[in-house]
């Protein structure tokens, strides 16, 4: 199992959030699907706004949460990541960061573990490609967040997983 899915479903399992167990695939409903959505527009405009003013901690933050929203569903599903190629290449433009997001955001529509497989994946490169960080450790620093019951008032020092 990915490891980044594993601490989502301990996430779940330590606030109560319903996850079929493992080895049983669950389906969402369309309303699930919704708010599944509307989660993971906000993380995007958050993200797009660091975006415009250049914030690469934000940025992160920013990856790090819409990746972390994506394996949620996966994981309220039931399911596994799937692997899937990523092709987003710095073209010195920060749109084509933006349109690979939307891109990738808008196909989670369809429900599909490979779609929200997809984002995650994206997310990952992102954060090593555009953010230069280490994705894996921004990842497990915000989790570590998240399980302490830290708020928004109480914001994530991400700068330990930017490389210099």
Known sequence: MNKHLQLVKEFHRQFGISQPDDGDLAHLSDMD???RQALLLDC???TFKAVAGGDLLKI???LVDLAFNAL????CRGDEV???????????????LVRALSDKVHQCVSGETVDYSALYALCGHLAQRFVNADFDQAFQLVHGHLMAGLDDSQPIDLSPALFE
């Open 44 to 46: 995007a405009s958050h």
């Open 82 to 96: 799937v692997t899937v190629s990523v092709n987003w290449r710095q073209d010195g433009s920060v749109l084509s």
């Open 33 to 35: 699907i919704v708010m």
């Open 72 to 75: 949620a569903a996966i994981a």
């Open 60 to 62: 992160l933050a920013g």
